[in-house]
């Protein structure tokens, strides 16, 4: 009878004694179990089980296996990332293998590899770029998640790509429940519709009070919205120099409330 308690999907490698030659495989479904392996489990595939049959168990060595919750996937991983680094010729005369499994992922060792053509497609946003299996399920750091704004600042994607997106979503429609859903979202998002809540602070002591409507908001006063405004919110310190000269800017419905509680109400203009 199987454990079921033991049974875990596994990565493994064997090499073949008398040729040297290698297999990569996983074993993923209800009877995965590692300690089955070469027992009653020999690989799924008919290479590898033409030689035992041949040859016999024994000319076989285990040189890896291990219990992975993605052992699918990592089988894809390694088989596509020898193929890459070896090249199609040597890969083949290495390996058993001769079809690549579904789902393959790539690492930045392989992504380094690809063409100059892929590269510019990845580079252009014209194609996704794969995600590298130890990425999934991970959260990125708040170091890590600035790097990657501040490398797609300033990123433009070409008008071909822009043509291509657009026919592919032209006369697309959205079922009622699709709709139902995003709009009981923004109902609940109180920064949707550009509705977070803004106050600017002049040298006189006058607090412009304005939810949404923040970029208007700012002409009509002559401020300008760029690094004076941006680099200033909620910093409590205001520019040197520029239209936004000793203003001070906050954003944050309940930052506000306690910045006005003490401020006289002749002094604050609301904005509907």
Known sequence: MINKS???PYFYKIRNK????????SQ?????N???FFSTYFTSSQYV??????DGVDVFEIVVIKERD?????????LQKCYRLLGKDKFLNMFYNRNMSPGILLDEIIIAKQTETKQNKWNNGEIPKPIPPNWRGKQRSKKMRERLSQSKMGHSVSKKTRQKLRDANLGKTQTQETKNKRAMSLASNQNAYGRKHWLFVSPENKYYYTIGKRNQRLHELGLSEGPGF????NTYKSPSQ?????WLFYEGEENIKNILQNIPQENIIYYE
């Open 34 to 36: 590692k300690d089955n």
């Open 18 to 25: 008398l040729t040297n030659k290698y297999y990569v495989g």
């Open 6 to 8: 033991m049974n875990k």
């Open 49 to 54: 089980n033409e030689v035992i049959t041949n």
């Open 28 to 32: 993923y479904g209800k009877t995965a």
């Open 70 to 78: 993605d052992a699918r996937d990592y089988e894809a991983y390694y």
């Open 230 to 233: 941006i680099n200033y919110v």
């Open 242 to 246: 520029g239209k936004n000269i000793s």
